[in-house]
């Protein structure tokens, strides 16, 4: 197993629970299963974020700083981290995740991003969006919390925004290998379009972290 393998089987022991460590397992032993989005599915999200009038872009995330782990690019929660889009759809980030959940007060972006490592849809929205169309996230929130999770974030002003890291973990930080960020960027709340965001990318994070194991409420103990 090479050093970074190791890091990161390690790491999944220590923060995913035992179900994690099973996957872990599987991922590293037996070569896993990809979970990189496909092509039909990026151009079925494009689709519905077209016909609900939100814009939508697929980015190759940029690599860690020292070119070895994206923990080291945020070791505390004020450090710079430069991402390929805003809100970011993967990159670096802060060694411990958020409890998954669904906030009224801006959680760190830099712990967001590692939730989105782990499988996690994220629901963005700027300071100036209606509380009625807050409301309307939070019971699309409620109505599938796993793998979730919902924050408000300075700087978006009155649009929503839906994000996504996604990648293979047999390849995973190997030749530059980084996965690919989804954002959405919407001027309102469209229940098909983001349930058809959330059911292609839900779950397929890099680090094949099983989505069973980003229960709401949970996190990193």
């Not at 993967?90 to 972006?109: D, E, I, K």
């Amino acid at each position: 197993m090479d050093p970074v393998r190791q890091k990161r089987f390690l790491y999944g022991l220590a923060g995913a629970g035992l179900v994690g460590l099973a996957v872990a397992l599987i991922v590293v032993f037996a070569g896993g299963k990809s979970s990189d989005a496909s092509t039909s599915s990026n151009k079925e999200v494009a689709a519905a974020m077209a016909a609900a009038g939100c814009t939508y872009v697929t980015k190759a995330v940029l690599p860690p700083k020292d070119g070895q782990n994206f923990h080291n690019d945020s070791p505390t929660l004020a450090s710079k981290v430069k991402w390929s889009t805003f809100p970011p759809s993967g990159g670096g980030h802060y060694p411990l995740w958020a409890v998954w959940g669904f906030y009224t007060q801006p959680v760190n972006a830099r712990q967001v991003v590692h939730n989105e490592e782990h499988g996690g849809v994220i629901i963005w929205w700027g300071p100036n969006v209606s509380q009625e169309t807050i409301a309307q996230l939070r019971t699309f929130y409620d109505g599938s919390p796993t793998g979730m999770f919902g924050t408000p974030i300075a700087g978006l002003g009155n649009k929503i925004a839906l994000t996504a890291w996604t990648g293979d973990p047999t390849r995973y930080y190997q030749n530059g290998y980084y996965g690919v960020g989804h954002l959405a960027v919407c001027s309102k709340f469209d229940e098909k379009a983001f349930t058809t965001f959330r059911d292609a990318y839900r779950g397929k994070g890099p680090e094949g972290i099983p989505l069973s194991s980003d229960q709401q409420g949970t996190g990193p103990s």
